[in-house]
């Protein structure tokens, strides 16, 4: 079946310093959706990407979408302690008429004030 | 506008126990969705429904029973609780399905001894 790795599994970093985690799947998707968790609450949805070599940003989030749509990034700049949490991806794949959506486990954010 | 409600917030029961978490939403979505969140597991699709009255499984169904009469409420029942169903369970529904962004309920945190 569809297999979805996010790596880092765990990221510590200094306030101000950049993050960036990765997804990657085993077949191509047809989209890539990113989540945030912070500690304690549920996962919010941050932003869908559709298309080939698609780039957005959302203030300092950078989302990127890989040019064979296998691959996805997530890039902060500038951390600041508001985004302590943990950051899932999740991968929709098409095949046999049924949409599979599989998350990737995550990477969990530490920001060291 | 209430989004997403899951009851209850925690529980603990029993094994061999049944019972039933309960969850609504008011956005008029058809599609809705249970997962559950383990440590280190990510998030994994144990039962979903595209519209009242269809039912299907996802990757982990084993030990779970839902049923869908109306388009708000979708619950998701344990028929002999065992400690290996302590999770935190999600539920999630989107306007259009798994390439529409999920929104999540705030989760029931289950424990079974």
């Known amino acids: 079946g569809q297999q979805v790795m996010q790596i880092p599994q765990y990221q510590h970093v200094q306030e101000g310093e950049d993050f960036t985690t990765y997804c990657n799947s085993s077949?191509?998707?047809?989209?890539i959706q990113w989540y945030k968790q912070r500690p304690g609450g549920h996962p919010v949805f941050l932003i869908q990407?559709?298309?080939?070599?698609e780039v957005k940003k959302q203030k300092r989030l950078t989302f990127q979408f890989g040019e064979a749509k296998k691959n996805s990034s997530l890039h902060i700049t500038a951390t600041q302690t508001t985004d302590v949490g943990t950051y899932f991806c999740?991968?929709?794949?098409?095949?046999?008429?049924?949409?599979?959506?599989?998350f990737g486990k995550g990477t969990k954010l530490s920001v060291i004030p | 506008n209430a989004g997403v409600t899951q009851t209850p917030k925690f529980q603990v029961l029993k094994t061999g126990q049944s019972m039933t978490l309960q969850c609504a939403q008011d956005?008029?979505?058809?599609?809705m969705s249970w997962y559950r969140q383990d440590p280190g597991m990510g998030l994994r699709l144990i039962h979903y429904?595209?519209?009242?009255?269809?039912?299907d499984q996802g990757e982990v169904p084993n030990g779970y029973n839902v049923s869908r009469s109306t388009t708000e409420d979708f619950p998701l029942r344990l028929l002999s609780a065992a400690p290996s169903q302590t999770s935190v369970y999600f539920c999630?529904?989107?306007?259009?399905?798994?390439?529409?962004?999920?929104?999540f309920g705030n989760g029931t945190r289950l424990t079974v001894t």
């Open positions: 999630a529904s989107s306007y259009r399905g798994r390439d529409s962004p999920l929104h």
């Open positions: 077949t191509t998707l047809s989209n």
């Open positions: 990407l559709v298309k080939s070599g």
């Open positions: 999740a991968g929709l794949s098409s095949g046999a008429g049924s949409y599979q959506l599989t």
């Open positions: 956005m008029n979505h058809e599609y």
């Open positions: 429904s595209v519209g009242a009255g269809i039912t």
